[in-house]
């Protein structure tokens, strides 16, 4: 067995890290989040950052999934193909240190005429199955920079589709015509459900986007609530998107909840059942399930 002692769990990403102490009976017993994602650090500074993580949390084995198994990451961790399980994800780890630090990989998805690939969330999904916190055949949209709409079958991530909703948000709210007016937080209240059932109407994307502006030059939308309502158009479309791809039944939103509440307020606009799950929790039994399948 890998790690009898316990281990050093880090779900690392593009802008931030979270570390987690993980005993040897697979419960939590220390943690940290912090900015450090793998663009901050200068070339060559995976070691040292390495070394703080056990400085901060003790002297123990890493198993590190997310953007540091990337092409830009740490060491490249090649995607395991759809469908993909806990031992199809153990069979593809990297190790920058033999024995000592691994790298989860990522997953990949290749349909007629799609492609897609995730990096961090697929702990996450096979962490909630493991747990028995979402049943091995089920639906799954986890939102994030990067939405994932994900079908997962007899325990195994089948397929996923990608909408970059978090993405779209954050270049509108820094570089577009919209800025100015997309200040105010987002709140999943009237402009907000107004936003999702405007674009669940089918029109392009773009033109419900421009028309934000219009309608606050016209006075038809108070500037405090034009983030709300643009947010509700990204995730009506992202929700549209979501259905067409995956298909029917009860949608299990897993993630951070300031993002699960306003996925499961737009699904509601359309009636669709949908629970919520913390996608931390998901990661912890993700992570713990991947360490305690290793040789």
Known sequence: MWAPEGFIGVDWGTTNRRAYLIDAGGAPR????????????????????????????GN???????????????????YAPCPAGVSDLVGGIAWPEA???????????????????????????????????????????????????????GGRIASF???????????????????????????????????????????????????VRARVVLKQLPPADAASFTSGLLIGADIRTGLDEIGHGEIIVMGRPELTSLYASALATLGRPCREYDGERAFIAGITAIAGAIP
């Open 30 to 57: 220390g943690e940290f989040e912090d900015g450090q994602g793998i663009l901050s650090l200068a070339p060559g500074g995976f070691p040292a950052a390495v070394a703080e993580i056990r400085s901060r949390l």
């Open 60 to 78: 123990l084995p890493l198993l590190m999934a997310g953007m540091v198994g990337s092409n830009r990451g740490w060491v490249e961790a090649p």
């Open 99 to 153: 024995g000592r630090t691994a790298i989860v990989p990522g997953v990949c998805y290749a349909g007629a005429g799609h492609a897609d690939i995730m990096r961090g969330e697929e702990v996450q999904l096979l962490g909630a199955v493991a747990s028995g916190s979402i049943p091995p055949d089920c639906i799954v949209c986890h939102p994030g920079t990067h939405n994932k709409w994900v079908k997962v079958a």
């Open 161 to 211: 589709a990608t909408v970059m909703t978090g993405e779209m948000f954050g270049l509108l709210k820094e570089q577009s015509i919209l800025s100015d007016v997309l200040r105010s937080p987002v709140v999943a209240r009237e402009a907000f459900g107004s936003g999702v059932e405007t674009a669940l109407k089918g029109r392009a994307l773009t033109a419900d986007l421009f028309s």
